[in-house]
């Protein structure tokens, strides 16, 4: 799916876990010394950095691993690791 297409104003930002649920995201993301990993993926650099910006402030370790092309990928590798 083309966001941008549907969504020709908005600034997209795909993050994976997007699975997890609210009393996973209640717990501290501090986790056996590191940080629950939360990855981005975005064709707009600046809106990948502010939802980085913000995931940092939650605690979390945000990635960016590219452009929304990247996100179609990011479900793939979810739901092969048991995660979707």
């Known amino acids: ?9 908005r600034r997209v930002v795909h993050s994976q876990p997007g699975h997890l649920v609210a ?8 986790v ?16 990948a950095e502010e939802i980085g910006a913000l995931a940092e402030n939650l605690g979390f370790a945000p990635i960016k691993l590219g452009g929304l092309s990247e996100a179609d990928c990011l479900c793939r590798r979810a739901e092969i690791a048991g995660a979707g």
Do not use: C
């Open 1 to 9: 799916m083309r966001y941008e297409l549907q969504w020709p104003i």
């Open 23 to 30: 009393a996973v995201l209640d717990q501290d993301p501090a």
């Open 32 to 47: 056996h010394g590191g940080k629950r990993v939360v990855f981005l993926a975005s064709d707009d650099d600046g809106a």
